[in-house]
Every structure is written in structure tokens, then in C-alpha cells.
């Protein structure tokens, strides 16, 4: 009778042993998918019972995974899940945030007729290359976060959103500074959401809805006779749709395209005076910020290996 509770109590205090460990991983591992979650789980598992089955107790099975923090800390880092991932997302997006500041700025004081002026019309020819320093301030700010110190990082993140914002919305030519601000926010905002691992749902669905609305909207121009619709404009839309539509499925790659296309339509609408509207402007930076963002937060991830 000794003998069985001894063996009884010896079981409990193993499972209890392997119990606690496996809960302590799968609390620092949420951020993870469930899936992911549940492979590491199930190696957890299987390298206790192999440790069973070799004669070792659990507590040397759990001291050679290391502490839960260690071993959690190294699967993170082995499915792209460090610390530092968010921190990346953001750099990317501010430095293309000022990468489309600096265009912006070249358009705005080399190849944007300016009406109000006499001839000749653009910025550059008006005021010389005065003018050209002072565009590229907005692009100065957008890379400021980028040299901030970790702890003063998002407080600048968030100062240059809103600055970039007033720009855009306070100053003659800033209109064509409002894509920077998007990808400012973007820059703000996007590490927040995915710093727990791939976005839900809802956050894909809103993604592609916003990619596809300005193609939506120019339909609807199209059918009350604003303008023309045209095989290039059908087939544009097209494309942004079936992206939109990959988007909201957590396509990476879906991202990656439309924000190719959001360049190309900056490129295009800067180089023919004919395709320039602010819709067009601001739909090529939408799809940039858009797309941008999607390609970074729903990268796929890496499956773990055995341990």
C-alpha cells in the first residue's frame, strides 16, 4: 500500500512538474498563432515522454529545455518573433515614408505646373533651388523617429504623424505630402497591432476594403459621366479588387503587389500631366500604406522544428 501511494504521489509530482512548465510556454507564447502554439506545445510533450522513456525525471527534462523565458524567448526569435520585429516594421515604414517624401518634394518643385505662377510655371523655375530644400523638409521629418533613442521613439513617431498631417492638410502644395503622413501613422500603428503576432480578421478585412474603395469610388464617377471609363481604367480596377480581395484572405504577397501598384501610379500621374488629380495622388498612396503594412504584419510565418 506504501509502495502504490508512493508511485501514485510520484506520478502526480511528474505531471504536476510537466504541467506547470507546458502552462508557463503557452502563457509567454500567445503571441504566437494557435497553431504555432500548439506544434511547440506538442514538441514540449514529446520531449518529456522521451525523457520518460530514458530514465530522467521531468525536472531534468525541463532543465535541459531551460528556463520557460529562455526557451520561449528562443522559439520567438527561431519564427521571427523577437522582440526587435516590431521595431523593424516600423523603421520600414518610416523610411519608405520618407523615401515618398522625397518624390513627393522632387514633384512638387521640378514637374508640377503651378498655375498661379507666371511662366515660367514650376517652383523650381520660380524660385530656384530654394524652393527644392524646403520640399524635402517634410521628408527631414519623416526620418527623424529613425534616430530617436528607443525610449523616445514612439512619442517622435507620433509627433511626425501629426506634423506630416498638418502639412498636408495646412500648406498650398501639401496635398501631395499627405501619403507620407499615411505611412507615418502607418509606421505608428502597425507595430501596435502585430506586436501580438498576425492581426485578426477584421484588421485583413479593413485592409482590403480601404484598397479597393477609391477604385469603387471612381466606378461610381464613371457611371454618373464624371469621366470616361476606359479598358485601362476596367482592368486597373480589376486587379486593386482581386488584391483587395487577397488582402482581406492575409495574402503577403497580395501587399507587396498593391503597393508596387501604389508606386506606379505616383510614378505615372507625376510623369502625365493628364493623369494628375489628387484622387489619383492620394489613391497611389493609399495603396502604399495599405499594401506596405499588409506585406509586413502578415509575413508568413516559420513553422518550428523539433526540439
Do not use: C
Not at 500548439?38 to 514538441?43: E, G, I, N, P, S
Not at 522625397?102 to 505646373?113: G, I, L, R, T
Not at 470616361?228 to 481604367?233: P, V
Not at 503597393?259 to 502625365?272: E, H
Amino acid at each position: 500500500m506504501t509502495e502504490n501511494i508512493t508511485m501514485t504521489e510520484r506520478t502526480a509530482m511528474n505531471a504536476n512538474t510537466e504541467g506547470a512548465y507546458l502552462r508557463d510556454v503557452g502563457k509567454r507564447l500567445r503571441a504566437l498563432t494557435p497553431e504555432q502554439r500548439d506544434a511547440v506545445l506538442d514538441d514540449v510533450r514529446a520531449h518529456f515522454a522521451d525523457a520518460a522513456d530514458a530514465g530522467r525525471t521531468p525536472e531534468q527534462a525541463a532543465e535541459s529545455l531551460g528556463d520557460p523565458a529562455q526557451f520561449t524567448e528562443r522559439v520567438r526569435t527561431e519564427l521571427g518573433h523577437e522582440r526587435g520585429q516590431t521595431d523593424r516594421m516600423r523603421r520600414v515604414l518610416q523610411w519608405l515614408a520618407t523615401g515618398v517624401a522625397v518624390f513627393s518634394a522632387m514633384f512638387v518643385s521640378f514637374w508640377h505646373p503651378d498655375d498661379s505662377l507666371p511662366m515660367p510655371n514650376t517652383q523650381f523655375e520660380a524660385h530656384g533651388f530654394g524652393i527644392v530644400l524646403l520640399s524635402l523638409v517634410p521628408a527631414l521629418i519623416a526620418a527623424l523617429p529613425n534616430f530617436a533613442s528607443s525610449r523616445a521613439r514612439t512619442v517622435f513617431t507620433a509627433a511626425v504623424a501629426i506634423m506630416l498631417s498638418v502639412v498636408s492638410f495646412t500648406f498650398p502644395e501639401g496635398w501631395a505630402f499627405a501619403p507620407t503622413a499615411w505611412l507615418a501613422w502607418a509606421a505608428l500603428v502597425v507595430p501596435v497591432i502585430a506586436r501580438n503576432g498576425p492581426p485578426a480578421a477584421g484588421w485583413r478585412i479593413a485592409g482590403g476594403v480601404l484598397a479597393v474603395l477609391p477604385m469603387a469610388l471612381g466606378v461610381g464617377g464613371a457611371l454618373v459621366g464624371s469621366w470616361g471609363l476606359t479598358l485601362e481604367s476596367v482592368l486597373y480596377t480589376a486587379v486593386v479588387a482581386a488584391l483587395g480581395v487577397l488582402m482581406a484572405l492575409g495574402k503577403p504577397w497580395a501587399g507587396i503587389i498593391l503597393a508596387v501598384v501604389g508606386v506606379a501610379a505616383l510614378v505615372y500621374s507625376a510623369l502625365d500631366p493628364g493623369m494628375l488629380t489628387s484622387g489619383v495622388w492620394w489613391a497611389g498612396g493609399l495603396f502604399i500604406t495599405l499594401g506596405a503594412s499588409q506585406a509586413l504584419m502578415h509575413a508568413r510565418p516559420r513553422t518550428p522544428g523539433r526540439m
